[in-house]
C-alpha cells in the first residue's frame, strides 16, 4: 500500500506497529528540521530524535514550534557530552552541556544523549579521562534532574575511544550511571555500538529502567575511511535485531526506538525513499526478525 508520499512501503499509513518508531534527525541529515518533520508527517513517523546544530540553525523555540504543530514528539535530543578536558575547557564543556539541557526541556524531551568525549589532544591517559566524565556527569545530572531531563549516557564502539568516547561498553556507562538516582542517569543502547559486546544481554538486563534510549542500524563491512558513516541501513549488514528488541523489552523499555544512520549513500538518496525503507525494515527486521 502506498503511504502519503507515492512510494510503496508495503507498509500502511497509521499502522499500529509503527507507533514507537522514531526518525533519528541524522538519517536525513541534508534536511533541516523544518523538512525531517514534514518527512516523518508524510510517512506517518511519530516521533523524531533532533540534533542540536540543525535545531540551533532552526532556533530552539522555533524548532519546538515546528515540531508541536507536527503534531509529533521529541524521542531524544542528541547531543551532549564531550566531559573529558579538565581546565577552562571542561568548564566551558560544562556550561554547554547545561545549554543543551535547557534546549532539551524547550523541545519537550526529557532524554539528553550524552556521547562523553575522547581523549584530549595529547593525553594517552584513558583511566583519568574516564574520571573526568564520571565527575562532570555529577556535577550536571542535578541541573538535569531539576528540570525533568535524564542524561542518558551512550557508550560507542571501541574503534571510537580514543576521540569521540572514553566509554565502550554498557558496563561502563552503567557503571557510572549507577552512582545516581535512575531518574537523572540512563544509558542508551545502540545496535551499532554494543552488537559485539560478549556481555550485552547481562548489561541490557542489569540496566532496566536505566535505558533511556535505544536506537538501531546496521554495521557495514568494509568500514568506509570515515568510520563514522559505517553505520546502514537495517538488513544491509551484519546484526540480527529481534534479540535487542525482546532484550530491552524484557528489561522492562516501553519507549521509543530510533533509526540513527549516518551514511553517505543514505543522505545521498531520496529521503522520502528512505524513510519508507526505514519503515519497512524496522517492522520486518527489527520487530519481527
Known sequence: MAGQTGIDTGVADGDPRLARLSLNQMTTKPWSVREAVEGCVRAGIPAIGLWRGPVAEAGVRAAAKIVADAGIRVSSLCRGGFLTESGDAGRAALDDNRRAVDEAVALGTDCLVMVVGGLPAG???LPGARRRVADAVAELAPYAAERGVRLALEPLHPMYCADRAVLSTLKQALDIAERFPVEQVGVVVDTFH???????????????ARIAAFQ????LTPLPADVLLGRGMMGDGHIEFPPFTRAVAQAG?????????????????????????????????VLEG
Open 123 to 125: 593525553s594517552r591517559d
Open 194 to 208: 554494543v552488537w559485539w559486546d560478549p556481555e550485552v544481554w547481562t548489561q541490557i538486563a542489569r540496566a532496566g
Open 216 to 219: 538501531v542500524c546496521d554495521f
Open 253 to 285: 523499555y516501553t519507549g521509543d526506538i530510533e533509526v540513527e544512520i549516518f551514511n553517505a549513500e543514505v543522505w545521498a538518496t531520496d529521503l522520502d525513499e528512505v524513510l519508507a525503507t526505514m519503515k519497512e525494515r524496522y517492522i520486518r527486521l
